[in-house]
């Protein structure tokens, strides 16, 4: 079986690695529902949420693909937007794990046989739109329920994973929150945590008897529109496979994007000394832990700047007085707010921005590290050592 990481589906030239189409499963993430191309598809009641609408116009050919539904975009089209997801997959033979119409269904675990083994696979998305609930369709959220069904999923199966979906965006290094659970998912008896969301690597560590992948990245994606990000047109595929006394074995394998004729090819990066230094940056921040609290905060004041501040209209300066660039950011960013706010769109976008921030678990753990630590309410661990392997990881540009 291998791992893979987001799949938004734009085109249908893609061209896989042959490994791929070998006939194992691959699991990876369907990032936002399969509706075909948007402009055929009408929504009669878009759900209200943060952010863009995502969709998979086309879904990869030739793997024995397994998805994971559980995700922030599935129910950006609402719950036509699932049904048809589950339609088109079903019609592809393709299973799926992590949404339904109910969240009794959205939780269930699906069963696979890989090489004669018996893998069992539940899902979730910590807090986002679209959660399922009593009666009302939705994706399976992160939460303590997950441990008894990974205790009586593991009486069934040869090995359990759980597919998660909970990162910062554009963040190389996995919250603490996150590091939490997937650390307590093994201790109930999962054999592998295959993360994604972050939309960048996060690296891997083994953790007792079971192996972490805390963000796999991008494994297909728009180049026109990813392009211009640090790190987000390579990601790392897992292999996962049963060593003759049934051992679990794995082998991370590196993957890029690469535009060709009109559509995409992907990629194994044989060798690059730029992804070489990148992953061992990112195993230097997991293995010690100093050095992890540190490049985190470093991480957690970086994004909060250029991805949280305007939207809160919260600017932490360490107590000293605001820089004449200090003023004139907040003056751009209230012209901003005001000239939305005339054009009637602030109503609908700004609120539901800062309710994501309050109900989702890693928004709330980055803001919490990085006001802390700016407003001196929490212990900076943030040494030179810390600051260096972060900005690596966060300025890395993409691998060609």
Same mark, same amino acid.
């Given at each position: 079986?291998?791992?893979?990481?987001?799949?938004?589906?734009?085109?249908?030239?893609?061209?896989?690695?042959?490994?791929?189409?070998?006939?194992?499963?691959?699991?990876?993430?369907?990032?936002?529902?399969?509706?075909?191309?948007?402009?055929?598809?009408?929504?009669?009641?878009?759900?209200?949420?943060?952010?863009?609408?995502?969709?998979?116009?086309?879904?990869?050919?030739?793997?024995?693909?397994?998805?994971?539904?559980?995700?922030?975009?599935?129910?950006?089209?609402?719950?036509?937007?699932?049904?048809?997801?589950?339609?088109?997959?079903?019609?592809?033979?393709?299973?799926?794990?992590?949404?339904?119409?109910?969240?009794?269904?959205?939780?269930?675990?699906?069963?696979?046989?890989?090489?004669?083994?018996?893998?069992?696979?539940?899902?979730?998305?910590?807090?986002?739109?679209?959660?399922?609930?009593?009666?009302?369709?939705?994706?399976?959220?992160?939460?303590?329920?997950?441990?008894?069904?990974?205790?009586?999923?593991?009486?069934?199966?040869?090995?359990?994973?759980?597919?998660?979906?909970?990162?910062?965006?554009?963040?190389?290094?996995?919250?603490?929150? $996150?590091? =939490?659970?997937?650390? *307590? &998912?093994? @201790?109930?008896?999962? /054999?592998?945590?295959?993360?994604?969301? #972050?939309?960048?690597?996060?690296?891997?560590?083994?953790?007792?008897?079971?192996?972490?992948?805390?963000?796999?990245?991008?494994?297909?994606?728009?180049?026109?529109?990813?392009?211009?990000?640090?790190?987000?047109?390579?990601?790392?595929?897992?292999?996962?496979?049963?060593?003759?006394?049934?051992?679990?074995?794995?082998?991370?394998?590196?993957?890029?994007?690469?535009?060709?004729?009109?559509?995409?090819?992907?990629?194994?990066?044989?060798?690059?000394?730029? $992804?070489? =230094?990148?992953?061992? *940056? &990112?195993? @230097?921040?997991?293995? /010690?832990?100093?050095?992890?609290?540190? #490049?985190?905060?470093?991480?957690?004041?970086?994004?909060?700047?250029?991805?949280?501040?305007?939207?809160?209209?919260?600017?932490?300066?360490?107590?000293?007085?605001?820089?004449?660039?200090?003023?004139?950011?907040?003056?751009?960013?209230?012209?901003?707010?005001?000239?939305?706010?005339?054009?009637?769109?602030?109503?609908?976008?700004?609120?539901?921005?800062?309710?994501?921030?309050?109900?989702?678990?890693?928004?709330?753990?980055?803001?919490?590290?990085?006001?802390?630590?700016?407003?001196?309410?929490?212990?900076?661990?943030?040494?030179?050592?810390?600051?260096?392997?972060?900005?690596?990881?966060?300025?890395?540009?993409?691998?060609?």
């Amino acid at each position: 079986m291998f791992l893979v990481g987001d799949h938004v589906g734009f085109t249908n030239h893609v061209i896989l690695p042959a490994w791929l189409n070998g006939g194992e499963w691959v699991l990876g993430n369907l990032e936002g529902p399969w509706i075909g191309e948007r402009a055929k598809w009408s929504c009669p009641e878009p759900p209200r949420k943060a952010g863009p609408r995502v969709w998979n116009g086309f879904v990869a050919e030739g793997p024995r693909w397994i998805f994971c539904l559980a995700n922030n975009h599935m129910m950006d089209f609402g719950v036509e937007g699932l049904k048809e997801t589950l339609v088109r997959c079903g019609a592809r033979g393709i299973p799926v794990v992590g949404a339904g119409d109910e969240t009794k269904r959205a939780c269930a675990p699906i069963i696979v046989e890989e090489a004669g083994r018996c893998i069992g696979i539940l899902a979730c998305a910590e807090h986002q739109f679209g959660m399922a609930d009593d009666g009302v369709p939705g994706i399976a959220p992160l939460g303590a329920w997950m441990f008894d069904a990974i205790r009586e999923l593991r009486k069934r199966v040869d090995a359990v994973i759980v597919s998660v979906h909970a990162a910062v965006e554009m963040s190389p290094i996995p919250t603490p929150e $996150a590091r =939490a659970w997937y650390r *307590a &998912l093994i @201790d109930s008896g999962a /054999d592998v945590v295959h993360g994604h969301h #972050a939309h960048v690597p996060q690296g891997w560590e083994t953790y007792k008897h079971g192996r972490i992948y805390y963000g796999l990245g991008n494994f297909l994606v728009d180049p026109a529109r990813w392009g211009k990000s640090a790190n987000t047109l390579w990601s790392l595929t897992v292999h996962l496979s049963f060593a003759s006394d049934g051992s679990l074995l794995s082998e991370v394998v590196p993957v890029r994007i690469v535009e060709e004729g009109g559509g995409v090819r992907i990629d194994k990066i044989e060798r690059s000394e730029v $992804a070489d =230094a990148y992953l061992a *940056a &990112l195993q @230097d921040v997991l293995d /010690d832990e100093a050095c992890y609290r540190g #490049a985190w905060q470093t991480v957690a004041i970086d994004l909060y700047h250029s991805l949280y501040e305007h939207n809160l209209g919260f600017y932490p300066v360490d107590g000293h007085r605001p820089s004449l660039r200090d003023w004139l950011k907040r003056l751009y960013h209230t012209m901003r707010t005001l000239w939305a706010f005339f054009r009637g769109t602030e109503k609908s976008n700004y609120p539901l921005v800062q309710y994501n921030y309050v109900q989702c678990e890693s928004h709330r753990d980055l803001l919490a590290e990085a006001m802390g630590v700016r407003l001196g309410v929490r212990r900076s661990f943030m040494t030179g050592k810390a600051k260096d392997l972060a900005c690596l990881l966060l300025r890395t540009m993409p691998i060609h």
